[in-house]
């Protein structure tokens, strides 16, 4: 069975300074399960694709790479079993300027993703990022991922949602690409070489 995902968005406002007016979280991509039979009604919630993280202007958000970096490492605090693929996914995401790192807790001044699973219930979603803006349309460390075990999926399917949510936490927005597991309704079990790219355009030093 196919994994479905589906996002559903808040957004922050960002005051032009760039301090943070609204201090909601942008809750940023959630993955719907498989439709119930019952009453013809879907389990999963069905609202339009939104941009992964964003101000209330659009602009989407990513992690501040300062001049004198080379190359983005992202902290990974995974605090899942067995199921959730976290560090083999998240493989997937390495790029010439990108990594994710393993660590057992977040340092201050480091991005940082904590990657938790829980029983969350059937709440129309099987993964969910969630991020706050800092300032410079920046993320604020750390972001939080949720992994959803109210499901049954198959590895496969474990796959595909955590590296959509890893995909999530460096900033990228959905693609409807099937070779892509950012795809809104996702079966790629990792990122393509378009979704790589996109990470270099973001991340890639500029000097």
Not at 117 to 139: C, H, I, L
Not at 175 to 192: E, F, H, I, K, T
Request: hydrophobic share 45%; net charge neutral; glycine share 8%.
């Amino acid at each position: 069975m196919a994994v479905h995902l589906r996002v559903r968005a808040l957004f922050v406002s960002i005051a032009l300074g760039g301090a943070l007016f609204a201090a909601l979280p942008a809750v940023t991509a959630s993955a719907a399960p498989s439709f119930s039979p019952r009453a013809a009604a879907p389990v999963g919630v069905h609202v339009a694709p939104a941009r992964t993280a964003a101000t209330a202007d659009g602009t989407e958000l990513s992690w501040l790479l300062l001049p004198s970096q080379r190359t983005l490492v992202v902290d990974v605090v995974d605090k899942t079993g067995d199921a959730w693929p976290v560090q083999a996914a998240s493989s997937g995401w390495a790029t010439a300027h990108v990594r994710y790192a393993y660590v057992s807790s977040c340092r201050a001044g480091v991005p940082c993703v904590v990657v938790r699973e829980g029983s969350y219930g059937r709440t129309g979603w099987n993964g969910m990022t969630t991020a706050v803006a800092g300032q410079m349309f920046t993320f604020t460390s750390p972001v939080q991922i949720q992994l959803n075990d109210s499901y049954g999926l198959s590895a496969s399917e474990h796959r595909a949602v955590t590296c959509h949510e890893l995909g999530h936490a460096l900033g990228l927005d959905h693609d409807n690409r099937a070779s892509s597991c950012l795809q809104p309704v996702a079966q790629a079990a990792g990122p393509d070489s378009l979704d790589r790219a996109r990470l270099e355009q973001l991340y890639a030093p500029t000097g």
